[in-house]
């Protein structure tokens, strides 16, 4: 998978553990599959919008805010 998977798939495992939620908590939230969810964060699935709308929605964030940050990458 490209590089943004990866790095989109680091950023909701950041926020997700920020908010104390398990990989199956979290699937159960927003309406998709444990097994779904820990793909993503491993950065082998190309997530779709609407899935990015259902996990911004169950960890209470926006959007944005679980896109990777381009700046976030050249620091670290």
Not at 27 to 43: F, K, W
Not at 47 to 56: Q, Y
């Amino acid at each position: 998978m490209s590089d943004v998977t990866v790095r989109f798939g680091k950023r909701l495992r950041e926020v997700r553990e920020e908010a104390d939620i398990s990989q199956e908590k979290l699937a159960d939230l927003a309406g998709l599959h444990r097994t779904y969810v820990s793909s993503v964060e491993r950065g082998k699935n190309n997530i779709s919008l609407v899935n990015i709308e259902r996990l911004a929605a169950a960890l209470g964030v926006t959007m944005g805010e679980l896109m990777p940050d381009t700046m976030r990458k050249a620091k670290g």
